[in-house]
């Protein structure tokens, strides 16, 4: 069974669109990200829910909103997407926020054209 | 904040040794990652470091000092599936602890 999953692995779109990628977690953990990884392979952490509740939210333009219906899945919805949005994106799991050993999603590729 | 310096790329030959080394500058340090990626794939966890000193694990081992601000990863008898990223990550103490994440190291390794 894959720990943390995400969907989906490719999302290829046009500028302006909308977008969702789904993340879903069975470890029992308390704490999700999301994070975005750019073309030089910098990995940036974006958002971190614990128990559903938002407790960081990084610099991040506002067309991005995060959504946790429950503490096993983060959900990540993009508004009126730009070209520099193309990344690769990372979904995560840990514990709790103190235990920070991550455990990832296999990633979406979104493509902005 | 969080500023974390690793080699971009190395190259070593199958069945040698590799050190890979990672110094960082920051506020807060409570310890240190090192993770594993191959292309395309997710980030997976090797090490983790608090105190100074090596953690041996198998073919891998990680050093850490903190009074040099200063860790490496050694990798033993390389294989060609060790060719992959390796990400040195430092934990920022904080109300939520944060990592921030060094742009890894791209290890080839070579017959």
């Known amino acids: 069974d894959t720990a943390v999953s995400q969907t989906p692995k490719y999302l290829v779109t046009q500028m302006g669109n909308d977008k969702s990628i789904k993340c879903e977690q069975n470890?029992?953990?308390?704490?999700m990200y999301w994070y975005k990884q750019d073309s030089k392979k910098f990995l940036k952490i974006m958002f971190s829910?614990?128990?559903?509740?938002?407790?960081i939210n990084e610099t991040v333009p506002n067309r991005f909103s995060p959504k946790s219906p429950d503490k096993a899945h983060l959900n990540l919805h993009i508004n009126s997407l730009e070209l520099g949005d193309s990344a690769v994106y990372f979904c995560?799991?840990?514990?709790?926020?103190?235990?920070?050993?991550?455990?990832f999603g296999s990633g979406t590729q979104l493509s902005v054209l | 904040g969080q500023n974390i310096d690793q080699p971009t790329e190395m190259t070593a030959t199958e069945g040698a040794i590799v050190q890979i080394n990672c110094t960082y500058q920051?506020?807060?340090?409570?310890?240190l990652f090192w993770y594993q990626q191959h292309a395309g794939e997710a980030p997976t966890f090797l090490s983790y470091?608090?105190?100074?000193g090596l953690e041996e694990k198998g073919r891998f081992s990680s050093f850490l000092s903190r009074s040099k601000g200063y860790s490496y990863l050694l990798l033993k008898e390389l294989q060609m599936k060790d060719s992959a990223s390796y990400l040195c990550?430092?934990?920022?103490?904080?109300?939520?602890?944060?990592?921030?994440f060094g742009t890894g190291t791209k290890l080839q390794v070579i017959p």
């Open positions: 995560a799991s840990s514990q709790d926020p103190a235990n920070e050993k991550l455990f």
């Open positions: 470890l029992g953990h308390d704490t």
């Open positions: 829910y614990n128990n559903k509740e938002l407790i």
């Open positions: 920051t506020s807060g340090f409570n310890g």
């Open positions: 470091n608090v105190l100074d």
């Open positions: 990550v430092a934990l920022n103490q904080g109300g939520y602890q944060k990592v921030t």
